[in-house]
């Protein structure tokens, strides 16, 4: 992993205790460090990406790490060993060249034992280790599988016989009645396993003897468990246990899994791994799983072989590559660094937080920063992200960052030359998106901006700039936010609340009048979420600027035009449109809107925040706490941390934890499959378009941004594109540092 230590430096002499204190009684998060998990890939054939068809006449058969740290992968090709890889940057499997002699054998099959490398040739048992005394020959040159048993003893088979080796003596051989698939020896019972696709035997060192002790089909691995008193045994549909003494099947066979068709087990550390043909999955002591699939961990899906790696590390060996899963210690402030520094690099475009486009292979470099519909948005998150970060630490860095996000949102409204309306995006002429009607000159004959505008801009710009204006210090940005806020809110007041575009009508979406919102049927969400936004944002403006044209159009809303029973109407109430309601009302009510809980969440920063007195503050707090509870299955950070704003006690903080904490480091779009696992408990389709009962963690999702709907199973784009972590996860996580509820890190060692 490419160090993240000079930037993580300049963060801790930055950090302070800041920002401000919990609320009384709310939980606190004290931040130490945890388990990180990522993954290095590497692919079996130079310039091959994770997913390519290269290398697939070579195939890949074991992978062992040995007590020096050194990784070897046997092969049909030979031994191979990776190289060079990072995270986000595979490196390849290649020859291992470092023995000049075993370049010119062909190795068999290799094992681990006293954590050292030994193979099997056609001739005989060898290693390097013990200065290379270890040379055991055997009489079985199609020897496919070995193991090793007490000193240096080893049983060998070629898939029809099995020989028991020791010294160069063939101390026992028979014939196997079953094809033999893998061996393992049992210390405690001083004993050989040999599995079969339709059988498990036994072979006594103490007396000699091979007996059958369990019988049936389809059989496809097995590992004895941790106190080797079970046999875990894998089948094409699933996976049972057997007692060692006597062969015995105990309980069920568990066919709630990831993927059931099962090629390897293995015991490491203590934590049970089954590889698969779709990915690798852990057993946790709760029962369920994790789940490592797709190019995000593995270079293919389909699972040869696991193995315990270095320190930290699990092998996840697959037909097309390897995957070093990395446990990396660390905290939650080591991860912003980390994020930090991924937004800076690659994620700034003239100012905006924004996307990689056009990647190849999921190689950040390949691709370029494309412009989106909602830069004013995606920008105003990641901004008030810093904006926090700089009240907790009042980091001179996170300023400048301040600053130059919000020099690009200011010239989202010079550029359109309408008093006060904004665009949504700007870039260079000849180089915007292809949806050309959308997009208008400048005066500056060298740029085009994007119009029709919309609420989702609107609200993202109005909580931004509350947030700068009440936490930044410096008057020269402070300032700017109130004025950009003021011509906002001036320009929807004088257009009677709408946004209106260069052609003098209003956009599709920028739409806070009465006349529009309450056409819409009381349980069409639309209503409800349009006249608490409008409010929030009415708010905010009055707050910094005190005009009470803000204040009058506000209670004028609330109290004639009913925005306060709009936005206090109970989530439960929302639903579908009837069937003899207005299309646009119908087409806006057919399911549950996660770009609107965006938009609520983001809103509630003013609505609760900037109430305009103590009564409505109570309203308002009611209404973010209904809201809350119907998106907790969710388990979605931001919206935890952002009801966390109302000094409400419970707020699932552990959940928003895990979710920070399991958020992976690798943010590109890689395909991700979970709708085919056999773990997961489905339920009927339903407005609130939960798939599941239980929200999966992010690392086994789509990589989304907080308006998506976190029960989505499957998505990606094979790793066209990356994500910016700068509203993804830094928003919440600076919003959580700010409010008190996580705390500084308890540490400050980085790893490397």
């Given at each position: 992993?490419r160090?993240?230590?000079?930037l993580?430096?300049?963060?801790?002499?930055?950090?302070?205790?800041?920002?401000?204190?919990?609320?009384?009684?709310?939980?606190?998060?004290?931040d130490?460090?945890?388990?990180?998990?990522?993954?290095?890939?590497?692919?079996?054939?130079?310039?091959?990406?994770?997913?390519?068809d290269?290398?697939?006449?070579?195939?890949l058969q074991?992978?062992?790490?040995?007590?020096?740290?050194?990784?070897?992968?046997?092969?049909s090709?030979?031994?191979?060993?990776?190289?060079?890889?990072?995270?986000?940057?595979?490196?390849?499997?290649?020859?291992?060249?470092?023995?000049?002699?075993?370049?010119?054998?062909?190795?068999?099959?290799?094992?681990?034992?006293?954590?050292?490398f030994?193979?099997?040739?056609?001739?005989?048992?060898?290693?390097?280790?013990?200065?290379?005394?270890?040379?055991?020959?055997?009489?079985?040159?199609?020897?496919?599988?070995?193991?090793?048993?007490?000193?240096?003893?080893?049983?060998?088979?070629?898939?029809?016989?099995?020989?028991?080796?020791?010294?160069?003596?063939?101390?026992?051989?028979?014939?196997?009645?079953?094809?033999?698939?893998?061996?393992?020896y049992?210390r405690?019972?001083?004993?050989?396993?040999?599995?079969?696709?339709?059988?498990?035997?036994?072979?006594?060192?103490?007396?000699?003897?091979?007996?059958?002790?369990?019988k049936?089909?389809?059989?496809?691995?097995f590992?004895l468990s941790d106190?080797?008193?079970?046999?875990?045994?894998g089948?094409?549909?699933?996976?049972?246990?057997?007692?060692?003494?006597?062969?015995?099947?105990?309980?069920?066979?568990?066919?709630?899994?990831?993927?059931?068709?099962?090629?390897?087990?293995?015991?490491?550390?203590?934590?049970?791994?089954?590889?698969?043909?779709?990915?690798?999955?852990m057993?946790?002591?709760?029962?369920?799983?994790?789940y490592?699939?797709?190019?995000?961990?593995?270079?293919?899906?389909?699972?040869?072989?696991?193995?315990?790696?270095?320190?930290?590390?699990?092998?996840?060996?697959?037909?097309?590559?390897?995957?070093?899963i990395?446990?990396?210690?660390?905290?939650?402030?080591?991860k912003?660094v980390?994020?930090?520094?991924?937004?800076?690099?690659?994620?700034?475009?003239?100012?905006?937080?924004?996307?990689?486009?056009?990647?190849?292979?999921?190689?950040?470099?390949?691709?370029?920063?494309?412009?989106?519909?909602?830069?004013g948005?995606?920008?105003?998150?990641?901004?008030?992200?810093?904006?926090?970060?700089?009240?907790?630490?009042h980091?001179?860095?996170?300023l400048?960052?301040?600053?130059?996000?919000?020099d690009?949102?200011?010239?989202?409204?010079?550029?359109?030359?309408?008093?006060?309306?904004p665009?949504r995006?700007?870039?260079?002429?000849?180089?915007?998106s292809?949806?050309?009607?959308?997009?208008?000159?400048?005066?500056?004959?060298?740029?085009?901006w994007?119009?029709?505008?919309?609420?989702?801009?609107?609200?993202?710009?109005?909580f931004?700039?509350?947030?700068?204006?009440?936490?930044?210090?410096?008057p020269?940005?402070?300032?700017?936010?109130?004025?950009?806020?003021?011509?906002?809110?001036?320009?929807?007041?004088?257009?009677?609340?709408?946004?209106?575009?260069?052609?003098?009508?209003?956009?599709?979406?920028?739409?806070?009048?009465p006349?529009?919102?309450n056409?819409?049927?009381?349980m069409?969400?639309?209503?409800?979420?349009?006249?608490?936004?409008?409010?929030?944002?009415?708010?905010?403006?009055?707050?910094?600027?005190?005009?009470?044209?803000?204040?009058?159009?506000?209670?004028?809303?609330?109290?004639?035009?009913?925005?306060?029973?709009?936005?206090?109407?109970?989530?439960?109430d929302?639903g579908?449109?009837?069937?003899?309601?207005?299309?646009?009302?119908?087409?806006?009510?057919?399911?549950?809107?996660?770009?609107?809980?965006?938009?609520?969440?983001?809103?509630?920063?003013?609505?609760?925040?900037?109430?305009?007195?103590?009564?409505?503050?109570a309203?308002?707090?009611?209404?973010?706490?209904?809201h809350?509870?119907?998106?907790?299955?969710?388990?979605?950070?931001a919206?935890?941390?952002?009801?966390?704003?109302t000094?409400?006690?419970?707020?699932?903080?552990?959940?928003?934890?895990?979710?920070?904490?399991?958020?992976?480091?690798?943010?590109?779009?890689?395909?991700i499959?979970?709708?085919?696992?056999?773990?997961?408990?489905?339920?009927?389709?339903?407005?609130?378009?939960?798939?599941?009962?239980?929200?999966?963690?992010?690392?086994?999702?789509?990589?989304?941004?907080?308006?998506?709907?976190l029960?989505?199973?499957?998505?990606?784009?094979?790793?066209?594109?990356?994500?910016?972590?700068?509203?993804?996860?830094?928003?919440?996580?600076?919003?959580?540092?700010?409010?008190?509820?996580?705390?500084?890190p308890a540490?400050h060692?980085?790893?490397?």
């Amino acid at each position: 992993m490419r160090s993240f230590l000079p930037l993580a430096l300049f963060f801790f002499l930055c950090c302070s205790v800041n920002g401000q204190h919990p609320a009384p009684g709310q939980p606190v998060h004290k931040d130490l460090p945890y388990q990180q998990k990522f993954s290095i890939k590497y692919v079996l054939n130079y310039g091959a990406s994770p997913g390519s068809d290269k290398g697939d006449s070579v195939r890949l058969q074991k992978v062992y790490c040995d007590r020096n740290g050194a990784v070897q992968v046997c092969s049909s090709a030979g031994l191979l060993k990776p190289s060079d890889g990072a995270l986000l940057y595979p490196g390849e499997l290649v020859p291992d060249l470092l023995y000049r002699p075993m370049r010119n054998m062909k190795i068999k099959d290799m094992i681990l034992y006293n954590d050292q490398f030994v193979y099997a040739d056609e001739k005989a048992v060898l290693s390097n280790a013990w200065a290379g005394k270890l040379y055991a020959k055997h009489r079985m040159p199609a020897v496919q599988s070995f193991c090793g048993g007490p000193d240096f003893s080893f049983l060998l088979s070629d898939g029809n016989n099995l020989q028991y080796l020791k010294d160069s003596n063939v101390v026992w051989e028979a014939h196997s009645d079953d094809r033999v698939i893998d061996i393992l020896y049992d210390r405690a019972g001083n004993s050989f396993w040999i599995l079969g696709g339709h059988s498990i035997s036994n072979l006594s060192l103490k007396d000699m003897k091979l007996s059958v002790k369990y019988k049936g089909d389809g059989l496809t691995c097995f590992a004895l468990s941790d106190n080797q008193k079970e046999i875990i045994t894998g089948t094409h549909n699933g996976y049972f246990n057997i007692r060692a003494d006597d062969g015995v099947m105990t309980g069920e066979i568990q066919t709630k899994l990831p993927c059931n068709d099962l090629s390897v087990i293995r015991v490491i550390d203590g934590k049970t791994w089954f590889g698969s043909e779709q990915g690798a999955f852990m057993l946790r002591a709760d029962g369920k799983f994790d789940y490592y699939a797709s190019a995000r961990w593995i270079p293919s899906d389909r699972i040869v072989d696991i193995a315990k790696g270095g320190k930290d590390m699990v092998l996840l060996l697959t037909d097309k590559g390897l995957g070093e899963i990395h446990f990396q210690s660390m905290t939650l402030y080591d991860k912003a660094v980390f994020f930090e520094k991924q937004v800076r690099t690659r994620h700034i475009r003239n100012g905006f937080n924004a996307t990689i486009s056009g990647m190849k292979g999921g190689n950040p470099d390949t691709g370029v920063l494309e412009d989106s519909d909602n830069d004013g948005l995606w920008t105003a998150m990641y901004l008030g992200g810093e904006v926090f970060r700089y009240a907790v630490t009042h980091s001179p860095d996170a300023l400048q960052n301040c600053r130059e996000s919000l020099d690009a949102m200011e010239r989202m409204y010079t550029m359109t030359h309408i008093k006060g309306f904004p665009a949504r995006s700007f870039e260079r002429r000849g180089y915007e998106s292809s949806d050309r009607e959308v997009w208008r000159p400048a005066a500056d004959s060298g740029w085009d901006w994007k119009s029709t505008t919309s609420s989702d801009e609107a609200i993202g710009h109005m909580f931004v700039f509350g947030a700068i204006a009440e936490l930044v210090d410096d008057p020269g940005v402070k300032n700017k936010a109130i004025r950009l806020m003021d011509a906002l809110m001036q320009h929807i007041v004088d257009h009677q609340m709408y946004m209106v575009d260069w052609d003098g009508k209003p956009t599709k979406w920028g739409r806070w009048n009465p006349e529009y919102v309450n056409a819409r049927p009381l349980m069409v969400g639309d209503r409800k979420i349009t006249s608490s936004n409008i409010v929030s944002m009415l708010q905010t403006a009055w707050h910094f600027t005190h005009k009470e044209i803000y204040k009058d159009k506000a209670f004028e809303l609330m109290q004639k035009y009913g925005y306060l029973k709009n936005l206090m109407r109970p989530m439960k109430d929302i639903g579908r449109a009837p069937e003899d309601a207005d299309e646009l009302s119908r087409d806006l009510s057919d399911g549950w809107n996660h770009s609107d809980d965006e938009m609520y969440f983001l809103g509630y920063w003013g609505l609760y925040r900037y109430a305009f007195n103590d009564t409505l503050k109570a309203k308002f707090k009611e209404a973010i706490l209904d809201h809350w509870q119907a998106e907790r299955p969710e388990k979605e950070a931001a919206w935890d941390l952002f009801t966390a704003i109302t000094g409400v006690q419970s707020f699932d903080l552990q959940n928003a934890v895990d979710y920070l904490q399991r958020y992976p480091l690798d943010l590109v779009n890689w395909r991700i499959k979970n709708s085919q696992r056999k773990d997961l408990d489905f339920i009927a389709p339903n407005f609130r378009r939960q798939t599941i009962t239980e929200v999966l963690p992010p690392d086994e999702l789509p990589i989304e941004r907080h308006n998506a709907n976190l029960f989505g199973l499957d998505g990606g784009n094979n790793g066209r594109s990356e994500n910016s972590a700068g509203d993804i996860w830094l928003l919440p996580y600076w919003l959580g540092r700010y409010l008190g509820v996580i705390s500084a890190p308890a540490e400050h060692k980085i790893s490397k």
